[in-house]
């Protein structure tokens, strides 16, 4: 079974703060996405990195697949509060996707 | 074009009893997932269909939970009897594919309470 944690779980920060949400996994995945969800409803797709090393960035967000393709993280600059949700990794592996462990964010203006 | 849609999207029954959600994908796509998902956790994969054919239900309690995805389209899960344990959110999700780099799109979800 193939495991993604992530850390932290739980985040408050101030509005214009910087953080970094950390996917950790003994496992090779052969590509990473980012899902954000919002109370109530489903999550929605924020990026896949499929190639070690790799770096997207979406806005004030930016995407890192680790080198040997078992952790990622997600930077996120000058948070808002619009970007309060659940933040949840999802790693693709032998046809299969898991999804990890979710970290809560709240942004307070 | 209408997302994935799931149905009802709230449901409150007691320990026992049966209950069924429903869920209707993205036309066209082939691929259609269960999800279990605890408060503030990730989901969890029960089923996982490729057209109508179930190739992944190795995490779904055959002994209370039952799916079937007709002619390929919608699907039900069924509970049969639930347990207390059971509350939680089911979320529906459809791609186009399986594989890695594909987007799946979900649902909002049903939120089952068991009392």
């Known amino acids: 079974t193939q495991l993604l944690e992530q850390s932290p779980q739980f985040l408050s920060i101030q509005e214009g703060e910087n953080l970094t949400v950390y996917c950790n996994s003994s496992?090779?995945?052969?590509?990473l996405q980012w899902y954000r969800q919002e109370p109530g409803e489903g999550p929605v797709l924020l990026v896949t990195?499929?190639?070690?090393?790799e770096v997207k960035k979406l806005k004030r967000l930016t995407f890192q697949f680790g080198d040997a393709r078992k952790d990622s993280s997600l930077h996120i600059t000058a948070a808002q509060p619009g970007d309060t949700g659940l933040y949840l990794c999802?790693?693709?592996?032998?046809?299969?996707?898991?999804f990890g462990t979710g970290t809560k964010l709240q942004v307070i203006p | 074009e209408a997302g994935v849609v799931q149905s009802p999207r709230y449901k409150i029954i007691e320990k026992k009893q049966p209950v069924a959600f429903w869920c209707n994908p993205i036309?066209?796509?082939?691929?259609l997932y269960w999800y279990l998902q605890n408060l503030g956790q990730g989901p969890e994969l029960l089923i996982r269909?490729?057209?109508?054919?179930?190739?992944?239900d190795s995490q779904l309690p055959k002994d209370r939970f039952s799916a079937e995805r007709l002619k390929g389209v919608d699907s039900t899960l069924k509970i049969q009897p639930a347990e207390l344990g059971d509350s939680a959110v089911y979320l529906c999700?459809?791609?186009?594919?399986?594989?890695?780099?594909?987007?799946?799109?979900f649902g909002q979800g049903t939120r089952l309470t068991v009392v």
């Open positions: 999700a459809s791609s186009l594919r399986t594989g890695s780099n594909t987007e799946a799109f």
């Open positions: 990195v499929v190639t070690g090393g």
């Open positions: 496992s090779v995945f052969s590509s």
């Open positions: 269909y490729e057209n109508e054919e179930a190739v992944d």
């Open positions: 999802a790693g693709w592996g032998y046809q299969k996707v898991t």
């Open positions: 036309s066209g796509h082939n691929t």
